[in-house]
């Protein structure tokens, strides 16, 4: 979740929306950001606050606020005559959810349930960093409905964890795994490749890591340098490198051909899962437009044809619930053309998620060319589905501009 919001138009203080067409056939899930963080990690350009950053609010006084909007949440969707739905997917972002107390994560999640309901077999997922949970808040979330953990691995060298600015010790990352497997919980692996500094062998050593512990699924995700953060300035001051690449793409190949070996198929231009029970569940919601509200300051939201965002400061967040109005800083209703443009932009980047008959024509056109150069898979396109090879993955932007054009 980026800090930077979006300029659209002013969200109403009743936070209503005009239901389209289709609304309610879709499932539903709720995302919760909980902003909170030891320490600012150099790369991070998310909406995340230190406790000397947080100024008129208390990191206590969270999982109450949050509680406010979900009951607002409920007004507003029946008020608005959005179909009630249960909830398909939970999942806690941030930040580091648990730097919360395991009980406060609990509380919310009952607050979702006894407000929508949650469908049995929900993937209900928190975030955590490795020194953020023990075996007792883990055992307390796995009580409490938990069924997914999330782990910001990042990196198993130690060289490229201070380049993040990651505190972590890496050999903690096996021990926390254990834990959330003996507890009968799947678990995902967040890596990031290409850090200034970090060479092929780096990685190579950081993706043995991540499989020796046998995950269910992992994460690998390209660094971006983004202005405004400490690794920004570094890199724009020549005291670090710029990521490379060519350097990126030759660790994007050898994270698919290790993960590959090892039983992990991609199903997401980043994500790998050891079947396709293990992808995550609510991830897929994003990218197949479902629809979803966020809780908490900074979180975005897409329900009924409408998307907002909430005020970002969480004592700014904290002022507007406790006042029972919309948190909302910003709102745009997405038209047709928008939602075409966005069902290919993310649909194009899930394994068989998006049909050739979903196309525009001059689009449907464009596709054998893509497969004569070797960005789209022939065989599935014979299907009816648009699957990126290798190489389209790697180009998976230019992919889509070309069925955008």
Partial sequence: MPSALPIADPAPADGLVEPAPGTGEVPFGVYVHVPFCR??????????????????????????????EIAFADRVLERS?????????????????????????????RAIDDTWGIVPGAEITTEANPDSVDADSI?????????????GMQSAVPHVLATLDRTHDPERVPVVVDLAKQQGLDVSLDLIYSTPGESLDDWRTSLDAAIACAPDHVSAYSLIVEDGTAMGRAVARGELPAPDDDLAADMYELADRVLRDAGYDWYEVSNWARGPEHASRHNLSYWKGHDWWGIGPGAHSAVAGTRWWNVKH??????????????????????????????VLLAARV??????DELRQEARGRVAGLIARGLVDGRAALGGSLELTLQGRLLADAVVRDLLD
């Avoid at 055992?139 to 782990?151: D, E, I, K, V």
């Fill in 39 to 68: 320490v600012r990690c150099g790369y991070c350009d998310f909406n995340t606050y230190t406790a000397s950053e947080l100024r008129g609010v208390r990191r206590d006084d969270y999982a109450g606020h949050a509680l406010r």
């Fill in 139 to 151: 055992a307390t979330l796995q009580r409490a409905g938990f069924t997914r953990m999330s782990y």
């Fill in 81 to 109: 005559g959005v179909p009630r739905r249960p909830v398909s997917t939970v999942f806690f972002g941030g930040g580091t959810p648990t730097m919360l107390p395991a009980s406060d994560l609990a509380m919310i999640l």
């Fill in 314 to 343: 969480p004592a700014a967040y904290a002022a507007k619930v406790l006042q029972d109005v919309s948190p909302a800083a910003g709102r745009e209703t997405l038209d047709a053309e928008t939602r075409y443009v966005e069902r």
């Fill in 351 to 356: 394994r068989g998620e998006l049909r050739t």
